[in-house]
């Protein structure tokens, strides 16, 4: 809403009641600042937004504090990796969870999982591989330094139920950024990027916006849309660069680059992953101990080898990885 030459007595008579909760309302700078997410001469004291309501900046401005709330309905656990997409207006310094029991973290405050920093959950950017991608596969990497950029979409997951940091009953996680001085660049809606990679791209939207084509992430994998399908805001979902890679039912979401994984060779030569009706089959040149991991990094079998063959079933369908190999489910 503008009302940037308004009059006091226009800003009066404003109904701002039932304004919907992620509006935005451009202010003169001498208006009373006393209204919900105000922006007055360009800089808003404070914004707030949350989950189900659309949104739209028409104009940049600065924000002193904004924030923005999502319940994640949906975790990574022994089940489920947990997946969902994100993209959010401003540049994100900060999460945090009011409900986090503070004798595991102090103030509430999180972290997303990198290289050099546990953390609490995993934020990932889709990224072009340094070498041919498999054709249904979108790989994902840990963003730097667990940064996450405004206008830029993202996937992230929280741990839930079998993970001794579960952050499940903790909602809703907040993303906010803050700068009492010089105040948060919140950005124009028109100028959203888009994540790409050799074969797919990762839209995000602040509007519900319809699709009749594409994939949306289901919590494990991109799943193609075969129906009218309505992206929520501050979701994202994905389509495909070439008609070669429209017709795949399932996107499976690498974590690894396939040249992280040729760091490993040396360590994996000794192993053979071969795939059966009933699951996997290991065959290890010698005696000796591997780890299963996911899609997300996190191992989900250890496992004692024998020289020769070794059955491995009840893995759910994903991508795994195992001493640097890549393997898949179905």
């Known amino acids: 809403m503008n009302l940037e030459n308004a009059t006091a007595t226009d800003i009066a008579e404003t109904a701002f009641a039932g304004l919907n909760s992620?509006?935005?309302?451009?202010?003169?700078?001498?208006?009373?600042?006393d209204i919900h997410n105000g922006i007055y001469g360009g800089t808003a004291p404070c914004i707030t937004l949350s989950d189900g309501n659309d949104f739209h900046c028409p104009k940049g401005?600065?924000?002193?504090?904004?924030s923005y709330d999502r319940d994640?309905?949906?975790?990574?656990?022994?089940?489920?990796?947990?997946?969902?997409?994100?993209?959010?207006?401003?540049?994100?310094?900060?999460y945090k969870t009011e409900k986090y029991d503070s004798s595991k973290l102090e103030s509430g405050e999180i972290m997303p999982i990198t290289e050099n920093n546990p953390g609490h959950f995993w934020l990932r950017e889709l990224?072009?591989?340094?070498?041919?991608?498999?054709?249904?596969?979108?790989?994902?990497?840990?963003?730097?330094?667990?940064?996450?950029?405004?206008?830029?979409?993202y996937i992230l997951s929280f741990p839930g139920?079998?993970?001794?940091?579960?952050?499940?009953?903790?909602?809703?996680?907040?993303?906010?950024?803050?700068?009492?001085?010089?105040g948060c660049a919140v950005y124009k809606s028109e100028n959203l990027s888009i994540g790409e990679s050799t074969t797919h791209s990762l839209h995000?939207?602040?509007?519900?916006?319809?699709?009749t084509n594409g994939w949306t992430l289901n919590g494990n994998e991109f799943e193609k849309v075969e129906s009218v399908t309505i992206i929520?805001?501050?979701?994202?979902?994905?389509?495909?660069?070439?008609?070669r890679y429209a017709a795949f039912p399932q996107l499976f979401i690498s974590n690894k680059l396939p040249t992280a994984l040729d760091e490993q060779e040396e360590t994996s030569a000794g192993l053979q992953v071969l795939t059966t009706p009933e699951g996997?089959?290991?065959?290890?040149?010698?005696?000796?101990?591997?780890?299963?991991?996911?899609?997300?990094g996190i191992v989900v079998s250890y496992l004692t080898l024998e020289a020769g063959s070794n059955p491995v079933s009840n893995l759910p369908t994903g991508v795994y990885f195992i001493e640097g190999q890549k393997f898949f489910v179905q």
């Open 232 to 243: 929520a805001p501050f979701y994202a979902y994905v389509s495909s660069n070439n008609p």
């Open 72 to 94: 994640p309905k949906v975790w990574a656990t022994t089940t489920s990796y947990g997946w969902q997409t994100i993209v959010l207006p401003f540049d994100v310094t900060g």
């Open 161 to 182: 139920e079998g993970y001794a940091a579960s952050l499940q009953d903790e909602v809703p996680i907040t993303f906010y950024a803050s700068n009492e001085e010089e």
């Open 280 to 296: 996997i089959v290991i065959v290890s040149s010698a005696p000796g101990k591997a780890a299963i991991r996911n899609a997300m």
């Open 204 to 211: 995000g939207v602040y509007q519900s916006q319809t699709i």
């Open 61 to 66: 401005f600065k924000a002193k504090y904004i």
């Open 127 to 153: 990224v072009i591989p340094e070498k041919d991608a498999v054709d249904n596969t979108v790989c994902f990497v840990s963003t730097k330094e667990g940064k996450m950029k405004g206008n830029t979409p």
């Open 22 to 33: 992620n509006c935005l309302v451009y202010l003169p700078s001498e208006a009373p600042e």
